[in-house]
């Protein structure tokens, strides 16, 4: 059973242009969410997190927004730069005193020239 | 400040030998996490370590194991390797929850283990 979805394994965009990947969850018990995005044969970067106890938060180029009703959280990055292509993965981490995070299959995200 | 440090970055292994990987956490974070990245399976988690105590455990065989000592540097151990454990090993550190307004897991570069 997922418990993070990531519907889509790759997003082609134009440099300059909106980049917005999408998550899913259905575990309740989520309350915290985090974004990273990876290169092949390297650990995943940290990019910015969001508490459920918010609908939005921002850092620089990058916007995560969380709808909670939903179970739906998206990362937004503008403007988007070929520097970004990468794979991106979404992880989830409930409330109970562990460290584990729950991610998403990942969306590959290409920003074209 | 140093990021996560993980040894070897890469191990050739054969079946049924066993196999030590190394983290280093960021100075400070005293919880460690171990995940597998595979192709099939994404990243899946192994296990949690905070203050020497394992807090909780993946869906994994017994054959993954694994420590922290008292400076928080961890080591998972592998035994009687298999073919299917051929896999991306990453190790992360965070401060635990609830310790900082906000929160946040980093990861290491990984050892990309090779079982022949």
């Known amino acids: 059973d997922q418990q993070v979805k990531q519907n889509s394994p790759s997003l082609s965009v134009q440099e300059g242009r909106i980049s917005i990947l999408n998550c899913d969850y259905t575990?309740?018990?989520?309350?915290?969410f985090l974004w990273y995005k990876k290169y092949p044969a390297e650990g995943p970067t940290f990019l910015i997190s969001?508490?459920?106890?918010?609908d939005k938060n921002e850092d620089g180029r990058f916007t995560v927004f969380l709808n909670k009703s939903a179970k739906h959280l998206s990362l937004h990055i503008v403007p988007s730069q070929p520097g970004d292509s990468a794979v991106y993965f979404c992880?989830?981490?409930?409330?109970?005193?562990?460290?584990?995070?729950?991610f998403g299959k990942g969306t590959k995200l290409t920003v074209n020239p | 400040k140093a990021g996560v440090t993980q040894t070897p970055r890469y191990l050739i292994k054969t079946r049924g030998q066993q196999v030590t990987l190394s983290c280093s956490p960021i100075?400070?974070?005293?919880?460690v996490s171990w995940y597998q990245q595979t192709p099939g399976q994404g990243l899946q988690f192994l296990f949690e370590?905070?203050?020497?105590?394992?807090?909780n455990k993946g869906n994994f065989p017994g054959r993954f194991s694994g420590r922290q000592f008292s400076n928080s540097r961890s080591e998972m151990n592998v035994s009687t390797l298999e073919l299917g454990d051929s896999a991306l090993y990453l190790c992360?550190?965070?401060?635990?929850?609830?310790?900082?307004?906000?929160?946040?897991?980093?990861f290491g570069p990984g050892t990309r283990l090779t079982v022949t």
């Open positions: 969001i508490s459920s106890i918010k």
């Open positions: 100075s400070g974070h005293r919880s």
């Open positions: 370590y905070f203050s020497e105590t394992q807090r």
């Open positions: 575990n309740s018990m989520f309350d915290y």
């Open positions: 992880a989830a981490s409930a409330k109970g005193g562990s460290e584990k995070l729950v």
């Open positions: 992360a550190s965070s401060l635990p929850r609830g310790w900082s307004e906000t929160y946040e897991q980093y």
